[in-house]
């Protein structure tokens, strides 16, 4: 099993600034993609951005120029840098994993618990 801890949520103000961090631990063979998504209630989760194993980054256009994606594979850990937050960006945000946890295992999906960001005009 993957256990994922997320942590760097919390309350700002708009125009600031949160960095989010997630590190994976347990029976990992190997990471594939990582990536955050967000959900705020009422609402649909979505996704925020992505890095493949490569460094390809996706963003979801409305994050697009204001977050990035990295990550630090010699520690597991993917990172999530929020700049000129927004209300809009107000959520619970969601760290997420591609990982084998065997070398003949197939690539599964794991979930961290969600961290809450809440930017306030």
């Known amino acids: 099993q ?35 998504h967000r959900q705020a209630p009422g609402k649909q989760r979505e996704l925020v951005a992505s890095i493949t194993s490569g460094g390809s980054t996706n963003y979801a256009d409305s994050v697009k120029g204001r977050f990035t994606i990295s990550r630090d594979n010699a520690k597991n850990t993917v990172y999530l840098e929020m700049n000129s937050l ?28 969600g961290t809450l960001v809440i930017a306030s005009s």
Do not use: P
């Open 2 to 36: 993957v256990q994922l801890v997320e942590s760097g949520g919390g309350l700002v103000q708009a125009g600031g600034s949160l960095r989010l961090s997630c590190v994976a631990s347990g029976s990992i063979f190997s990471i594939n993609r990582m990536a955050w």
């Open 86 to 113: 927004k209300s809009e960006d107000t959520g619970v945000y969601y760290c997420t994993v591609g990982a084998k946890t065997s070398w003949n295992g197939g690539v599964r999906d794991y979930w961290g618990k």
